[in-house]
């Protein structure tokens, strides 16, 4: 049986969109599962995207990303 991602949710259209906010939702929703290793290793592959819509990719590989606006 597949664990369930963690599932986080973002305004992609307001401050709450970059993806340095992003990134802070995700560690503090991943730190309280207890994954800091899991959410280390996602922040640096994300720093080292060359895009935003990578960044996103790679994010939603780890956690359940869920945007309000549906714009990504």
Do not use: C, F, H
């Not at 259209?13 to 730190?31: H, T």
């Not at 592959?45 to 590989?61: E, F, T, W």
């Amino acid at each position: 049986m597949t664990a369930k991602k963690i599932e986080v949710t973002i305004s992609s259209k307001s401050p709450e969109g970059n993806i340095y906010a992003i990134l802070g939702k995700v560690q503090r929703a991943m730190r309280k599962a207890q994954l800091i290793t899991a959410y280390n290793d996602l922040r640096d592959d994300v720093l080292n995207s060359g895009s935003y819509k990578d960044a996103i990719a790679r994010i939603r590989q780890t956690v359940d990303l869920i945007d309000t606006d549906k714009a990504v």
